[in-house]
């Protein structure tokens, strides 16, 4: 039996890019440089968004990791400016 394959709700810029043989698309989540270049800004300031609480993220070892359904809500609310 064959998984069944869920698109992801919001396509992100890049989302094409393929990151060590994976598609991004298909990625739960990916690590702070990923995500600042996904949202065209660099990663310190990724980081910043995270030690706010303006982006939900988590850790795994000494790197962050933010699933890509955090990063779609936190455009979303840029957008409508909050």
Known sequence: MQAERVPSPLPLPGM???TKGVRLA????VDAGE???LLSTCRKTVLREIERGHIRAFRIGR?????????EAYMQR???GQ
């Open 16 to 18: 094409e890019a393929r």
């Open 26 to 29: 298909d990625a739960l989540a």
């Open 35 to 37: 995500a600042a270049r």
């Open 63 to 71: 790197q962050w990791r933010i699933r890509v359904i955090e990063l």
């Open 78 to 80: 840029a957008e409508q």
